[in-house]
């Protein structure tokens, strides 16, 4: 079984955090689905995956002040920290794998890009589910985007699981409903397509 932690770690001693196939100048769609739950800024977001994405840089701008980024990576969370310099302090950075360790939440919002189409073992995937059901409560929402099922079959040389909105849902359960989702193409730094789709699903 690979070991996650070093093999993530690996990628980001090798490239730097603009050089990885998923990084976005700006999260677009993901704002885009935040903005529409009109969250307080003093609502508990997580950002699970988030590594050095410039995500909680655009939340802390719109004056969000509870904030949580965790990443398996701390080499990503440490490029995210030296981007944000005096910032950083207004955000809590969790180091861990959320297949192994649960965050504490609860959580108004937990967003999670790229992280759960890696999750091809079925006890991962259910250790997943359970964590955010055990940390989003009723009437929160999750935002997750994960690779289509005309994406990529591979990424940062690991197999994937693509997925359809509906296929999602199923993962997820009954205790979550869809409310909406988006298609993307996400274009690399390497100037390649990637097909995503972005779920907003509402905690029952």
Not at 49 to 67: E, I, T
Not at 114 to 142: C, I, K, M, W
Not at 156 to 164: A, D, E, G, H, Q
Request: hydrophobic share 40%; proline share 4%.
């Amino acid at each position: 079984m690979i070991d996650r932690a070093s093999h993530w770690e690996d990628i980001y001693a090798m490239r730097h955090a603009h050089e990885v196939s998923w990084y976005q100048i700006h999260p677009d769609t993901s704002l885009r689905l935040i903005a529409k739950l009109h969250l307080q800024p003093g609502d508990a977001i997580i950002d699970v995956g988030g590594g050095a994405s410039s995500l909680v840089d655009h939340l802390l701008d719109q004056g969000f002040v509870d904030l949580s980024v965790l990443d398996i990576s701390t080499a990503a969370l440490d490029a995210a920290k030296a981007r944000l310099g005096a910032r950083a302090d207004r955000v809590r950075w969790l180091v861990g794998d959320i297949t192994r360790e649960k965050p504490s939440g609860p959580y108004r919002l937990w967003h999670d890009r790229a992280v759960f189409h890696f999750l091809t073992d079925s006890e991962d995937r259910q250790t997943y589910v359970s964590a955010l059901s055990d940390t989003v409560p009723s009437g929160s929402h999750a935002i997750i985007a994960t690779f289509a099922d005309d994406g990529p079959e591979r990424c940062s040389n690991l197999p994937i699981c693509r997925y359809s909105p509906d296929r999602l849902a199923e993962q997820l359960g009954a205790a979550f409903t869809l409310v909406e989702s988006l298609r993307e193409t996400h274009v690399t730094p390497a100037q390649g397509e990637q097909k995503f789709i972005y779920c907003c699903f509402r905690r029952c």
